[in-house]
């Protein structure tokens, strides 16, 4: 069976310093990915996704950046984190099939808590 | 873009069915409707997808008119721990605010 692992679960940063959270998903092959982030309010909003290796899309212009270094493996990082930054992040894998990708169900990980101070 | 609409939040009692409808008045051809949990601090989880008509496995169902322009996510029997938010998604990949749902004993 397939699975999601994002970590760490919860991570607190000072202000201005780097950022790197991990995602891999097992049991699959060449899977789309999806990093999200979710503020307080409930709504998630899409901020990278990845059709294949070294392949990233930006959704939303901001102070992270994706990497996709292997077939299921997706990073995401920052250089300087912002008050703004803070969240919960959450990462997603769906099939890749011939038909459009958003119409296939996503599959999320548990997510980072990450609190800026 | 497909944006949709959902009440922000439903109360229900245990043994209820609950019925959450979502109206995605531009929904396109080629979009499907698909409809996630989310418990707080976990990831959404995904429950039901279809096009048309009607959909239905373990969990729930999904039904879809003819237009499409809104679909209607049946729960039946809710319990307590169907105490989430419920997420309608069309096409692009843009979560809403869900429709928070307190099921209460």
């Known amino acids: 069976s397939q699975t999601i692992h994002q970590w760490p679960a919860t991570l607190v940063q000072p202000v201005g310093s780097p950022l790197s959270l991990e995602c891999t998903v097992e049991g699959t092959s060449n899977p789309n990915l999806y990093w999200y982030r979710q503020a307080a309010g409930r709504g998630l909003q899409l901020l990278f996704y990845?059709?294949?290796?070294?392949?990233i899309s930006s959704e939303v212009p901001q102070n992270l950046s994706a990497s996709r270094p292997q077939d299921r493996q997706f990073i995401l990082s920052s250089k300087k984190l912002l008050l703004s930054d803070s969240g919960f992040y959450l990462c997603a894998w769906s099939v890749k099939t011939g038909q459009e990708f958003s119409n296939q169900p996503q599959h999320f990980g548990d997510g980072t808590r990450l609190s800026i101070l | 873009l497909a944006k949709t609409t959902q009440p922000i939040s439903m109360d229900s009692y245990e043994g209820q069915e609950v019925n959450i409808t979502c109206s995605h008045n531009n929904i396109a051809t080629n979009d499907y409707i698909t409809w996630y949990q989310q418990f707080p601090s976990q990831g959404p989880r995904f429950i039901i997808q279809?096009?048309?008509t009607k959909v239905t496995n373990e969990v729930a169902s999904l039904f879809i008119p003819a237009v499409r322009k809104s679909s209607t996510l049946s729960l039946p029997r809710v319990s307590l721990s169907d105490t989430a938010v419920y997420y309608c998604?069309?096409?692009?990949?843009?979560f809403g605010q869900g429709t928070e749902l307190s099921v209460k004993p």
């Open positions: 990845s059709v294949g290796i070294g392949q």
């Open positions: 998604l069309v096409g692009k990949l843009i």
């Open positions: 279809g096009y048309k």
